[in-house]
């Protein structure tokens, strides 16, 4: 299983962005971002399974939105309101219908103030 996340860039404070995750390889039962800043530890920010179900962080969920398009085999992850606290790496992952997670490279974000 490959998943490529991109999307990332600099944006203002206020603004918004929408990462993408491709993944190609086997069926994906759950697919989800998290972020990660310096000296920090890996933050879970929003879920999707593969029946339609979502979960978020309470950081987030009132601001990002994920979403799956499983015939273009992608996760999004839209991100509105952006502030400076936000400025991370953000990385997709998923997990197969037998357990195995799988995780991509991260897609660097930085919001400007």
């Known amino acids: 299983v490959q998943l490529q996340a991109s999307g990332g860039g600099l944006v203002q404070a206020g603004g918004s962005l929408r990462l993408s995750c491709l993944t190609s390889?086997?069926?994906?039962?759950?697919m989800a971002w998290s972020r990660q800043t310096p000296g920090n530890q890996r933050e879970f920010l929003a879920a999707?399974?593969?029946?339609?179900?979502?979960n978020y962080a309470d950081s987030v969920k009132e601001r990002f939105t994920i979403s799956r398009d499983s015939a273009k085999s992608t996760v999004y992850l839209q991100m509105n309101s952006l502030k400076p606290e936000d400025t991370a790496v953000y990385y997709c992952?998923?997990?197969?219908?037998?357990?195995?997670?799988?995780w991509g490279q991260g897609t660097l974000v930085t919001v400007s103030s």
């Open positions: 992952n998923a997990h197969s219908y037998s357990g195995k997670e799988y």
């Open positions: 390889g086997l069926p994906l039962r759950v």
């Open positions: 999707t399974t593969s029946d339609g179900k979502t």
